[in-house]
């Protein structure tokens, strides 16, 4: 296991139990301790994680694995949520992407889809994602318009009053939301509320809002609420998806698509 994949897996068993200790780490990945005590100590170095005696806690009470950190978890609901995303974008429409690896995915999906080859424009795509303008900005059919503002080192958004100035002049179809947690009381979050702020306002300037969330991600609350429940007019999400999840947001009259 090479260092990055080694150091990925580290981080993700540490967001999901909060502690992790030298030897249980070190027995999960089948590596040395000596190994694990020099992965926790640079990641340390790098404010990822909080050196303990004996092993080591997640940085802060709320964390989030940088994007950059995180493995393929849910790599193929998230693939099969994408391409179901996508088939619901009309060609010539104007559609918002936030950052996060399943809007990631649904980009990728828009790139190869056979009737958006060519257009003028095939498409219009509103992001404030770094990553996703620079997957997409070499497809000439695409018209790439990205937000102002701040990155994000986390998730490589844009946040800020810059990124506010340019979505505040537009109106897009469709707005496609990437979050941590989906929840109908609580409605569709974020860990930032500076992230969830520019998601928001990309909401209030669509007239259709998804919901892309892997089964993973709904029932659950998290820091910054992006929208109300109500707000949301599709939900795309995996097979695994609870029963009852399922029930509450179509009872609250949102179309949930599960693949």
């Not at 609420?225 to 795309?236: E, P, Q």
Request: charge should be negative; include cysteine; glycine fraction near 6%.
């Amino acid at each position: 296991m090479s260092r990055d994949a080694r150091w990925k897996a580290l981080l993700e068993l540490l967001v999901e139990r909060g502690r992790l200790d030298v030897e249980e780490a070190a027995a999960e990945l089948g590596v040395s301790s000596a190994t694990i005590r020099r992965d926790f100590d640079q990641l340390a170095e790098q404010q990822m994680l909080v050196r303990t005696r004996g092993g080591a806690v997640v940085h802060g009470v709320s964390y989030e694995l940088p994007l950059r950190y995180k493995t393929a978890r849910h790599a193929s609901e998230k693939q099969r949520i994408a391409q179901a995303v996508a088939a619901l974008v009309t060609p010539g429409t104007a559609v918002g992407l936030t950052g996060g690896t399943t809007t990631t995915e649904v980009a990728r999906a828009l790139a190869v889809r056979p009737d958006l080859a060519s257009g003028s424009p095939a498409l219009t795509v509103v992001t404030n994602a770094l990553n996703i303008a620079n997957e997409l900005a070499v497809r000439p059919q695409f018209k790439i318009v990205v937000t102002g503002g701040v990155a994000r080192p986390q998730s490589y958004e844009l946040i800020g009053p810059l990124a506010d100035g340019v979505l505040s002049q537009i109106t897009i179809d469709v707005a496609v939301l990437g979050v941590v947690a989906f929840d109908v009381t609580h409605g569709a979050a974020a860990h930032d509320e500076a992230e969830a702020a520019i998601n928001r306002l990309l909401c209030e300037r669509a007239e259709r809002v998804i919901v892309a969330a892997d089964s993973s991600k709904l029932g659950q609350r998290a820091f910054a609420r992006i929208c109300a429940s109500d707000a949301v007019d599709t939900l795309v999400t995996d097979t695994a998806a609870d029963e009852d999840a399922v029930r509450s947001f179509e009872e609250a009259g949102i179309r949930v698509v599960a693949v």
